[in-house]
């Protein structure tokens, strides 16, 4: 915490000497997030489910930070329970999560698979449950840490063909909330990022889609789709000491949309 007015600085933006572990950090929205903290100093352990990591090192070519990538199935939980290890082999410490990684599949509600329900719960809510709680135990120890949940719009909406998304998004955001007020009073923040509509890969079919990209479109009040460098700047935010008095919040990145 400040000791005042006078103790401010823009070092408190400064993740130098920190690590911070993000999952599905090596493509997409969490490619940006792992650049941001680099950027701003953090040692990042890049959790990924493939291991094509060339763009990724290339983007984080110039960055303080240094970069380790580690290969994992979250959903296979003994996997999961590696990643915190092996982070701590390769830096010493955790002290930021980023629980990034997630799957969607899409089907009309009646035709829905069993199969698709387990998977979707299985990445999107058990591994970010027990990562952050893997997560928790390292930072108690310490007397410190950042854990950053990845929302989402449907963690305040329904839409449609994708219950166990949204199930999981609703969850995640309750999950911020239960676990930020366990961890305050051990000097951890736990709070969440929601992105709204963004361009990456996986909403590029949307994209191409003349009326469903006019019927969102219609929607933001910025009027156009968020770029991934537009949630740079509210990761680093969250994982820095200038957010130290936030817990429990949920952030909207969304253009808009949810004012409207």
């Not at 400040?2 to 993000?22: E, M, P, R, V, W």
Request: charged fraction near 20%; glycine fraction near 10%.
């Amino acid at each position: 915490m400040g000791k005042g007015l006078q103790d401010f600085s823009l070092d408190y933006f400064s993740l130098t000497g920190k690590t911070a572990i993000i999952t599905g950090g090596n493509t997409g929205l969490g490619q940006a997030y792992t650049v941001a903290l680099a950027k701003a100093g953090a040692n990042v352990f890049i959790v990924t489910h493939g291991t094509n990591w060339e763009d990724t090192k290339h983007e984080l070519a110039g960055s303080e930070g240094e970069a380790v990538f580690h290969q994992a199935d979250l959903a296979d939980r003994d996997q999961l329970k590696q990643v915190i290890p092996a982070c701590k082999k390769a830096f010493g410490t955790v002290d930021i999560l980023i629980n990034n990684a997630g799957t969607i599949r899409r089907n009309p509600l009646l035709d829905y698979r069993e199969e698709d329900w387990d998977d979707v719960l299985a990445l999107n809510l058990d591994a970010v449950y027990l990562l952050s709680q893997a997560a928790a135990k390292e930072m108690v120890q310490q007397g410190s840490g950042k854990i950053i949940n990845i929302a989402s719009m449907l963690s305040f909406q329904g839409g449609k063909f994708i219950p166990p998304y949204t199930a999981s998004k609703h969850a995640v955001a309750g999950l911020t909330k239960s676990f930020a007020n366990e961890l305050a009073s051990a000097g951890i923040q736990v709070n969440a990022i929601a992105p709204g509509y963004f361009s990456t890969k996986n909403t590029a079919p949307i994209r191409t889609d003349e009326q469903r990209n006019a019927e969102i479109l219609s929607r933001i009040p910025a009027g156009e789709w968020g770029d991934p460098s537009e949630l740079m700047g509210t990761v680093v935010y969250l994982a820095s000491k200038a957010s130290d008095y936030m817990n429990g919040h949920v952030i909207v990145v969304d253009g808009g949309w949810l004012a409207r």
